[in-house]
Each structure stands twice: as C-alpha cells, then as structure tokens.
C-alpha cells in the first residue's frame, strides 16, 4: 500500500550488498544460503540469486527451514558438505544463533553473514559466544552495548530515556534500540505535520511521512522517503563484525550508500 513505511533496512538491499560485497572480496566465491521458508527469508534468497548470478558468483547449497524447526542440524550438515567458502544466513529469531553455533561446532573456517534483523549482540551473539566471533551483520544502528560508543551523546541520550521509559528493557539490546530510533522518526512526521499550514491531521501526518528526510540519533545516514520515486527508508550501511572479546558487534570500514536505488515500492 503506498502509505505503508516501514523503519527496517530493506532486504533487497541488504542481499544485493551481500553480493557486491563477496564478489569484491573474493570473486567467484562459493555460497551457501540458510533461508527461513516465508515471504522473508524468500526475498534474500530470490535478490541473491539473481544478484549472484550477475556478480559470477556460485551458489553451491540452499536450505530452507520452518519456523518450528526444533532445530536446524541436517541443514547445517548440508552446507558443511557443501564446502562454501561463504554462509548467508536469510533468517531471523534463534535460529541466527542456531546457525552460528552450528557453523562453529562443525569447524567452518569460511565467512558467515547474517540477517540484519540479528545485530543485537545482547539477545543472538553473547549467548552462544564465542561461536559468532567473526560474523559480519550490516546495520544502521550504532551498536549502544559496545563500551566505545559509552560517551557517545546519542547513546547517552538513548540509554537514559530507556531507564526512564523503558520498564526494565535493557538498553544494550540494538532491538529496543531499533524501536527507540523508530520512536524518533515518528516524533520527526509528526512535528513536521504540526508545523505544516493543516497543522496536525491524519492527511498532514501522511504527507510529512512520504517525504520524510532526517537522519535520527543512533543512525549512520537518513531516513529517506521523497515523493513516489528516489529514495526509500534507511539504505546507508556498514558491515559490523562480532567480537567474543568486547562481546559487541564492531565497524570494519565497509561501508555502503544505496538511497534510492532499492526502493520496494514500483513507480
């Protein structure tokens, strides 16, 4: 529906990085999916493979999985045997963790990237640590449970709202961080609306929504969305990687601009 918008990295965008990205690292790499059976994991596993295909990349396993999979060990196995020299994990929820710790039990030596919907450290990585020690996630999000990002104004400002509001939430979980950076550009439509000559009406508030252009706190670039054609939601990245040793996730410099070139919604 065009009024429609959402706060998440879109996940065209996210697969047609991934394979950008591999290609620049290691042309001609040798990739494995694990992709979640629904609408979701089926739009990285269906970006990727057309986008593979382009970038010469080859494909050598793909496994989907249920959402009540007990677990997910035979599809591990599969992909093991595969040999990839690359994991994509196209799925969301434990089965993030599921995944890295069966990678690392059955002694993957190759690269692992998973869903963005995984960053946080606090509910995904730490629980299974070390098994996610290398993993690249991209984000938009600054990371607010890495000790380096302690005096940062923006995280500061974050944590303190969550100790007041948040009832008990921690505030190190990037998925309360994601709500509270959602919470911020719903604060940026609706003051907008106020301001506009209609003052604050459904119509007003709609209308500063699809033309929304603010960068909140916590976020690497904008959030974009300019009339019907050239840009879409939050499309500025960077590849972060788990560390075991600040049990956090930590930049690596990769970094990817791709505001209005993913747009989900057609002209």
């Known amino acids: 529906h065009p009024w429609t918008t959402g706060g998440l990295l879109a996940y065209n965008t996210e697969a047609l990085i991934w394979a950008d ?12 999916q694990l992709i979640f059976n629904n609408d979701f994991g089926k739009a990285y596993q ?3 493979t057309d986008a593979a295909k382009k970038n010469g990349l080859e494909i050598v396993e793909t496994r989907l999985h249920e959402g ?6 035979n599809e591990i196995a599969a992909i093991l045997a595969a040999k990839p020299d690359y994991v994509l994990g196209g799925t969301t929820g434990a089965f993030c963790s599921r995944l890295m710790g069966g990678l690392a039990k059955g002694g993957f030596k190759g690269q692992t990237i998973i ?12 629980p299974i640590d070390p098994a996610g020690e290398g993993v690249l996630v991209l984000t938009s999000l600054v990371d607010p449970s890495n000790p380096a990002n302690a005096n940062d104004d923006d995280v500061k400002t974050y944590k303190a709202d969550v ?14 961080a994601t709500g509270w950076v959602q919470a911020q550009t719903a604060i940026g439509i609706l003051t907008a609306a106020a301001e506009s000559d209609d003052g604050l009406t459904r119509i007003s508030a709609m209308n500063a929504a ?12 904008p959030v974009k969305l300019a009339g019907n054609s050239d840009a879409y939601g939050i499309e500025t990245l960077e590849f972060y990687k788990y560390s075991s040793a600040s049990k956090s996730l930590e930049a690596t410099g990769d970094k990817f601009d791709l505001q209005g070139k993913t747009g989900l919604f057609g002209e």
């Open 46 to 48: 269906e970006t990727f």
């Open 163 to 176: 100790a007041k509001y948040g009832a008990g939430s921690n505030a190190n979980d990037t998925n309360i």
């Open 210 to 221: 699809w033309n929304l252009d603010e960068t909140p706190p916590l976020l690497f670039g």
């Open 115 to 126: 869903s963005s919907t995984c960053a946080s450290t606090v509910s995904f990585f730490r």
């Open 21 to 32: 990205y591999i290609k620049e690292k290691k042309p001609g790499a040798r990739v494995a």
């Open 68 to 73: 009540t999979a007990p677990n997910i060990d």
